[in-house]
């Protein structure tokens, strides 16, 4: 179970750095390349909100700590 756990956190990061390295490339990252039309706006779709890398390995590191806690619980009490 937890190797199921890891495997799915590393393919979570791998997801947001290819991401990144993708939007570098088109040259929409670091405010390269011509600008972006405005969002939000009627004749143009909303703004995208990006999931950014450090909060989606925070968000993995913490399920990962509460898998292992609730693990340790329920090896203690066997119901």
Do not use: H, R
């Amino acid at each position: 179970m937890l190797k199921n756990i890891l495997t799915f956190l590393v393919i979570f990061l791998l997801m947001g750095l290819a991401q990144e390295a993708l939007a570098a490339a088109m040259g929409s990252g670091m405010g390269m390349g011509p600008p972006s039309p405005p969002c939000g706006t009627p004749p143009f779709p909303p703004c995208t909100v990006p999931i950014d890398g450090g909060i989606a390995l925070l968000a993995g590191a913490g399920s990962l700590y509460a898998y292992k806690k609730l693990n340790k619980k329920s090896q203690k009490n066997p119901a």
